[in-house]
């Protein structure tokens, strides 16, 4: 991707804050930092989507299919890597030294258990505090990384050691990787080991203890234009032999293909850091609506109505910087935002913050607008939540699921210039509308987002003004 730069106090501030939310255990997550790597080039920034197709680990498992959303970025000092973020000690050409915090890509599967695991305590997700060094040639790079369970869950610890190699040529490129992992008992008794108390006749107590895992993949990349990027991969990961003796795990290799793309929202023209670039300040207050009030009804206009019954609101600031202006001529510009919520939950639970990361398209080029200048918007990302707000844990344990607090964000918004409407120059840059606070699990498509079926709507107004 091309290379940005972003303002520290902006993005700095907010992807800090995003690693401190990102240390609440959420479920597992497929290892993407094979494709994350291919488009972390110094600077970028980048939504996308990947589909996995994996072997479960776990006997009877079967093949398990996952649609995980891709959030980028890439600083000077910080980044974010999906289910990755952290901070770089060490960042120069030929090394880099990396502290982060990591989601697990183990557990029990969340949508269907197979026979084999009835009975047993759940294996949820962990989350590993890590440090991680490179070290680049032109020959390839060798890659050392130590990461521990922070998170209480497991307990257990790992070391990888991996070798990587680029092949570019035009639009191509290719990356063949080799992994090995030495994982210490604790980590493999858990995800790997049947408890006394979960023995059965068919499936006797067992402790796998430490062992090592090796993994080899090949994964590569096709520029289809200056922004979008095409991403596959394969890989087969073989357990280390103590693993697959456990009656819960299978013996063959497990294969896994990934498929997908993404959107690179850097340029050759650093907007943001150009003299006189704006950056909006928005207040907004909203209600939550009422049971069946989804999205697309909301934009359609068939439902408009907000909560009557349990009846919650938000407060809210975001800021943003622009992106991209005038994207190939047309009135269409990409604007970055950070947004905090605060829930007031009337009682119904304690009340909590979310934190909402997101890029948004900003279309203004209706006829009417050199009149009254009409904005039409859609923010997506990614939003973390302090805890699960009140209608989304309500609806999620009525179907006798979990919620979970990380979740995909939508914002889409429609407003029109305050300035034009009284015939003030000095408030033309100040806008009045409404929108709507979407946070949704991608109808439990995404174990990244902690297979959720659902999630809320707030209606929302607000004012947003250029300085």
């Not at 497929?30 to 197709?53: C, F, H, K, Q, Y």
């Not at 948004?360 to 200048?373: D, I, L, M, N, Q």
Request: glycine share 12%; with cysteine; net charge positive.
């Amino acid at each position: 991707m091309k290379s940005i730069l972003l303002s520290r106090s902006f993005w700095g501030t907010a992807l800090v804050a995003a690693g401190l939310l990102a240390m609440m255990p959420v479920r597992a997550a497929p290892d993407l930092e094979p494709l994350t790597n291919i488009l972390s080039t110094p600077g970028s920034a980048g939504l996308g989507l990947v589909t996995r197709v994996e072997r479960s680990p776990y006997r009877d498992g079967g093949t398990r299919y996952d649609l995980l959303p891709l959030y980028l970025y890439e600083g000077e000092r910080l980044f974010l890597h999906a289910n990755r973020v952290g901070v770089k000690m060490l960042n120069g050409s030929e090394q880099r030294l990396d502290l982060f915090v990591e989601q697990r890509l183990e557990g029990f599967p969340a949508n269907r258990l197979p026979a084999g695991l009835a009975g047993m305590a759940n294996r949820d997700s962990g989350l590993d505090g890590g440090l991680s060094y490179r070290y680049s040639q032109p020959w390839g790079a060798l890659q050392a990384e130590l990461l521990h369970d922070i998170g209480n869950t497991s307990k257990g610890s790992e070391f990888r050691l991996s070798y990587t190699y680029d092949w570019r040529s035009g639009p191509w490129m290719l990356r063949p990787s080799v992994t090995v992992a030495l994982r210490d008992a604790k980590l493999n008794n858990y995800y790997y080991g049947v408890r006394a108390s979960e023995a059965t006749p068919d499936r006797p107590a067992y402790s796998p203890g430490a062992g090592i895992n090796t993994s080899m993949g090949l994964y590569g990349s096709y520029d289809v234009s200056q922004r979008w990027r095409l991403l596959a991969g394969v890989s087969a990961t073989v357990l280390s032999g103590k693993i697959k003796d456990s009656p819960i795990v299978q013996k063959s290799a497990l294969p896994a293909v990934y498929v997908g793309a993404a959107y690179d929202f850097g340029g050759h023209k650093r907007e943001w850091a150009e003299d006189g670039s704006p950056t909006y300040f928005k207040l907004l207050y909203g209600k939550s609506t009422e049971d069946g009030c989804h999205l697309i009804k909301i934009l359609t206009a068939r439902c408009l109505s907000t909560a009557t019954t349990n009846a919650t609101t938000i407060t809210g600031i975001q800021v943003g910087k622009p992106f991209i202006r005038n994207v190939n001529g047309w009135p269409l510009d990409f604007v970055g935002y950070v947004g905090l919520t605060q829930h007031n939950e009337r009682g119904l639970q304690a009340n909590g913050a979310q934190l909402d990361l997101f890029m948004k398209a900003v279309y203004s080029g209706f006829p009417w607008s050199h009149r009254v200048k009409t904005r039409l918007g859609l923010g997506v990302g990614l939003s973390a939540a302090q805890r699960a707000p009140y209608i989304e844990a309500s609806s999620q344990a009525a179907g006798g699921r979990t919620a979970s607090r990380l979740l995909n964000y939508l914002d889409p918004t429609i407003d029109v210039s305050l300035g034009d409407l009284l015939g003030s120059r000095m408030l033309k840059d100040t806008y009045i509308g409404f929108g709507v606070s979407h946070r949704s699990g991608i109808f439990g498509a995404s174990r990244l987002l902690g297979s959720v079926n659902g999630g809320s709507n707030y209606i929302y107004t607000y004012v947003e003004t250029a300085l």
